[in-house]
Each structure stands twice: as C-alpha cells, then as structure tokens.
T-cell receptor, first 112, second 116 residues
C-alpha cells in the first residue's frame, strides 16, 4: 500500500490560498488520493478525492501531477475555521480488502 | 450528505470491564467499515477493516480477541474492547463506506475511552 508524506505544519494568512502538498511516490494505478481534515477531538471530515484528473468542489481543489507521485490540496480563501490537521491518504482495493493508511498529516494554522 | 453516528462519545470505566462502541451509517448502506485508534497528537492508526457479513481483517499487532468487531448489518458495526486496561485508553474512530475506493469514507465523531 502506498504511503504518503506531508510537511508537519504550515501557516497561511486568512483570505489567502492555502496550498498543502503531499508526496505519494509509491502510489499504484488503482489507488485514489483522498484528503481529509481533522479538527481537534473530532472525526476526520472528507474534503476531496481524485484518481488522475484535477478535481474541484465547493471546499477545495485537488491538483494531481501527471505521474501521480504527488498532489496539492488548495483551499482558495483560507478562513480561521480551516485551521486543522490535513491528511492525504491513498486508497485501493486489494483482493476485496480495502487498505487505508493515514500519514502524520499537516497542521495548518490560519493566521488572522 | 452521508452521516456516520458513533456512540458513546465518551466513556469512563474501571479496568477489567468490557466496553462496546457502536458505529451506524444513518443515511446509506455501509458495505465496509473501518475502525481506527488515535493517541494524543498522533495520526489515526487503522485497527481493522470489516465487510458486512464477514469477519474483520485486523492490522498487524492488533489483537482480534481483545478488540472484537461485529458488522452484522449494512448500517451497524460494533467494536468491543474486552477486559479493558489503562493502556487501552484512546480515541476510537469508525468510518463507513458504501462502495469501492472511488467513494469516500465518512467518519464518526469518535469515542474517547478512559480506563481507570
């Protein structure tokens, strides 16, 4: 199963775009890239996911490199409520068994 | 959107007792459910994956006799921590998925377990 690496922490000014990188250099062809965030003492919240193409929804944009070895989550206009730990994970089926591994995540601090 | 309800949200009990945590998918059928454990300031650690109607697949190092998982229906999975001890104190989180890897997992709000 592919593992992911992320910077441990990042700061972003309120109102600016937050760009959170993720490296998944061992990702295989059938593995999806997912992003979640976790606010203290709560369960993770789904943000966005993709396989090969860039994706956008009401929360964020996901940019996946052509070789799929890395991706970037973009929060276009960060607010104080976006302060959280952001996790990038990969997910696939393997013989009917789904494997999901969380990395250490990036602690994003949005600064007023 | 998809909602996963986890109960209880907080439990404190004496060492040696067993504790059951429920995870319910409220508005979708969860073919697969995942159980995680999270220690303070650490990431989520996958404990086991269960598909409805079959035995759970446990991660290496997780004792299946200690952490009993039942996924008897498409909307309910339970985790029972048997003979709990202080070192089992942790934040336990479940998630549920209604399909293959192109469908997101949805997480419950977690259960904080404290064993005295």
């Amino acid at each position: 199963d592919a593992k992911t690496t992320q910077p441990p922490s990042m700061d972003c000014a309120e109102g600016r775009a937050a760009n959170l990188p993720c490296n998944h250099s061992t990702i295989s062809g059938n593995e999806y890239v997912y992003w979640y965030r976790q606010i203290h003492s709560q369960g993770p919240q789904y943000i966005i996911h993709g396989l090969k193409n860039n994706e956008t929804n009401e929360m964020a944009s996901l940019i996946i490199t052509e070789d799929r070895k890395s991706s970037t989550l973009i929060l276009p206009h960060a607010t104080l409520r976006d302060t959280a730990v952001y996790y990038c994970i990969v997910r696939a089926n393997s013989g009917g068994y789904q494997k999901v591994t969380f990395g250490t995540g990036t602690k994003l601090q949005v600064i007023p | 959107g998809a909602v996963v309800s986890q109960h209880p949200s907080w439990v404190i009990c004496k060492s040696g007792t067993s504790v059951k945590i429920e995870c319910r998918s409220l508005d979708f059928q969860a073919t697969t459910m995942f159980w995680y454990r999270q220690f303070p300031k650490q990431s989520l650690m996958l404990m086991a994956t269960s598909n409805e109607g079959s035995k759970a697949t446990y991660e290496q190092g997780v004792e299946k006799d200690k952490f009993l998982i039942n996924h008897a229906s498409l909307t309910l999975s339970t985790l029972t921590v048997t003979s709990a001890h202080p070192e089992d104190s942790s934040f336990y989180i479940c998630s549920a998925s209604d399909g293959p890897p192109n469908q997101p997992q949805h997480f419950g709000d977690g259960t904080r377990l404290s064993i005295l």
